[in-house]
C-alpha cells in the first residue's frame, strides 16, 4: 500500500514538473517570428501537450487525480503569463498579432486541456480480474 502511494506520489512529481516546464516553453515562444510572419508554435504545443501529457499520466499513474495534474497545471502558468509583474513585464500580451497567438493559445489549450482531463475522467475503472483460483495452490 505503501510503495502504491510512493509510486503514484513520483509519477504526480513528474507530471506537475513536466507539465510546468513544457507551459513555460510554450509561454515564451508566444512572440516567435520568422522575419515579420508569426510562428504558432506555442498553440501547437499547447494542444499537443495537454492531449499527450494528461493521457500519459494517466497511463503510466493509473491515477484520474494525477492525469488531471498537467492540465491544472498548464491553465495556472498560462494565467499568470497574464498578470503585469511589478517591474512591468507582460509576457503574454492583448494586443496586435502577438495578442491574436496568445488567445488562440489561451483558447486553444483550454479546450485541449478541458477534452483530455474529460476524456479520462469519464473513462471507466477497469480492474484486473486476479488469476488462479485464489486459494494459493495449482488446480
Same mark, same amino acid.
Given at each position: 500500500?505503501?510503495?502504491?502511494?510512493?509510486?503514484?506520489?513520483?509519477? /504526480? &512529481?513528474?507530471? !506537475?514538473? $513536466?507539465?510546468? #516546464? @513544457?507551459?513555460?516553453?510554450?509561454?515564451?515562444?508566444?512572440?516567435?517570428?520568422? =522575419?515579420?510572419?508569426?510562428?504558432?508554435?506555442?498553440?501547437?504545443?499547447?494542444?499537443?501537450?495537454?492531449?499527450?501529457?494528461?493521457?500519459?499520466?494517466?497511463?503510466?499513474?493509473?491515477?484520474? /487525480? &494525477?492525469?488531471? !495534474?498537467? $492540465?491544472?497545471? #498548464? @491553465?495556472?502558468?498560462?494565467?499568470?503569463?497574464?498578470?503585469?509583474?511589478?517591474? =512591468?513585464?507582460?509576457?503574454?500580451?492583448?494586443?496586435?498579432?502577438?495578442?491574436?497567438?496568445?488567445?488562440?493559445?489561451?483558447?486553444?489549450?483550454?479546450?485541449?486541456?478541458?477534452?483530455?482531463?474529460?476524456?479520462?475522467?469519464?473513462?471507466?475503472?477497469?480492474?484486473?480480474?486476479?488469476?488462479?483460483?485464489?486459494?494459493?495452490?495449482?488446480?
Amino acid at each position: 500500500m505503501i510503495a502504491r502511494i510512493a509510486v503514484t506520489t513520483g509519477w /504526480a &512529481v513528474l507530471a !506537475l514538473a $513536466a507539465a510546468a #516546464w @513544457l507551459a513555460l516553453v510554450e509561454v515564451f515562444w508566444l512572440p516567435l517570428k520568422a =522575419g515579420p510572419v508569426p510562428v504558432p508554435l506555442s498553440v501547437l504545443g499547447a494542444v499537443a501537450g495537454n492531449l499527450l501529457l494528461v493521457r500519459l499520466a494517466h497511463r503510466l499513474s493509473g491515477s484520474r /487525480a &494525477v492525469a488531471v !495534474l498537467p $492540465a491544472v497545471v #498548464w @491553465l495556472v502558468v498560462a494565467l499568470a503569463a497574464t498578470v503585469r509583474r511589478p517591474e =512591468g513585464d507582460l509576457v503574454l500580451i492583448g494586443t496586435g498579432v502577438t495578442g491574436a497567438v496568445g488567445l488562440a493559445f489561451l483558447g486553444c489549450g483550454v479546450v485541449a486541456a478541458a477534452f483530455a482531463a474529460g476524456r479520462v475522467l469519464a473513462t471507466p475503472t477497469v480492474r484486473r480480474a486476479r488469476s488462479g483460483s485464489g486459494t494459493g495452490g495449482a488446480r
